[in-house]
């Protein structure tokens, strides 16, 4: 600065002064990048000691008694915009630069994804609600069972040849996650004499290996009815209520019998293919057979009564189960039961009207 260190004495050339202090300070003010530069850039203009302000305050001295109060004015402008422009320059400087972006206003908005109920979740609602008119009620039991509740009491003893149908994965020998919902009927039926009018629905777990009709952990529903004189005749017109009602339509349904350790007799339950009405021999959904196994069913065994003290004399009953996502595989007509858990929202919401 040409004029710096010249002793003044007119108010003019101080004025001048100023401004050149005022255009060299803008132009440093510009290259501060950083905490440190910024520092610099204080002490140079405010520092108490040396700061080019606190020579100019010294100056005064040398101008005329009149002229001062005008010149002291000056100063204190300088100073107050020198002031506000290194706050700035701070406030820049130390906000982190993710923070500069988040509150960029001109940034377009984020979108909230909203979810959907799950559709298997709604399909075992719509069960729900159809044995809860028929005045079941629902209960609930643990995902890890004992040895004991998951075969033992339902009549599978160890080493039954019946133990390797279930692909059972075990905590501990004697600890194992629920294979199926049926331990929950022994649960019930400990705890409550009959008539009992339950149904179970939950998670189960099995060894196996995800394909489109098999997955290690689906849902399933099981029921349970025992009363004096409950026969065959009270199964097949509960499930055949059940399955129209589901299904809403008058569609086919046949008993083939089967084997479980659990009930005697027993039979498996087919509903016609809703797809193609058993007249597609390529049919995906059927494979061509014309029927879907839906259901697993059968009068309970007498052992099984015995196992928690109910007395088979005077009581009988029946029990079904079937599997959640399995039965939503037909009814929505998804290829495959892996979309269930993928969580694609573009999936999932499809379901939220139905
Ligand atoms: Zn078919």
Redesign the pocket.
């Known amino acids: 600065m040409k004029t710096k260190g010249k002793a003044l004495s007119n108010i003019k050339d101080f004025k001048l002064k100023i401004e050149e202090y005022k255009e060299a300070f803008k132009n440093a003010s510009v290259k501060v990048k950083d905490e440190k530069s910024l520092q610099e850039l204080r002490n140079l203009y405010l520092s108490r000691k040396k700061g080019y302000l606190r020579v100019l305050f010294d100056e005064l001295k040398t101008l005329k008694p009149t002229d001062r109060p005008k010149a002291g004015q000056l100063i204190n402008g300088l100073k107050n915009y020198i002031q506000k422009r290194l706050q700035s320059l701070e406030k820049r400087i130390k906000v982190p630069k993710r923070l500069i972006r988040e509150i960029d206003l001109t940034l377009p908005g984020r979108n909230r994804y909203w979810g959907a109920p799950h559709p298997v979740l709604l399909f075992q609602e719509e069960i729900e609600r159809i044995f809860l008119a028929m005045g079941f009620s629902i209960e609930d039991g643990p995902e890890i069972e004992t040895d004991y509740y998951n075969f033992e009491a339902l009549n599978f003893p160890p080493h039954h040849p019946a133990r390797d149908d279930w692909d059972t994965l075990y905590i501990t020998d004697d600890l194992l996650l629920r294979t199926h919902t049926s331990p929950v009927q022994i649960r019930v039926m400990e705890k409550q004499k009959p008539p009992i009018r339950v149904i179970n629905p939950g998670k189960v777990f099995r060894k196996e290996a995800p394909d489109p009709t098999h997955l290690p952990m689906f849902f399933q529903l099981e029921g349970l009815v025992v009363d004096k004189d409950i026969t065959f005749a009270h199964l097949k017109g509960t499930l055949e209520f059940f399955l129209r009602t589901l299904f809403l339509e008058k569609i086919n349904i046949r008993f083939r019998p089967a084997f479980f350790p659990f009930t005697e007799p027993s039979a498996e339950v087919d509903i016609e293919?809703?797809?193609?009405?058993?007249k597609?021999r390529e049919?995906?959904?059927?494979?061509?057979?014309?029927w879907?196994e839906i259901l697993g069913s059968g009068m309970v065994d007498p052992q099984v009564l015995k196992n928690v003290n109910i007395d088979p004399e005077q009581y009988s009953g029946f029990a079904f189960g079937l599997g959640i996502d399995r039965t939503a595989l037909f009814a929505y007509e998804i290829q495959d039961m892996r979309y269930f858990y993928e969580n694609d929202l573009r999936f999932i919401r499809q379901f939220a009207q139905k």
């Open positions: 293919c809703t797809v193609c009405g058993g597609n049919c995906r959904v059927c494979g061509g057979e014309g879907i």
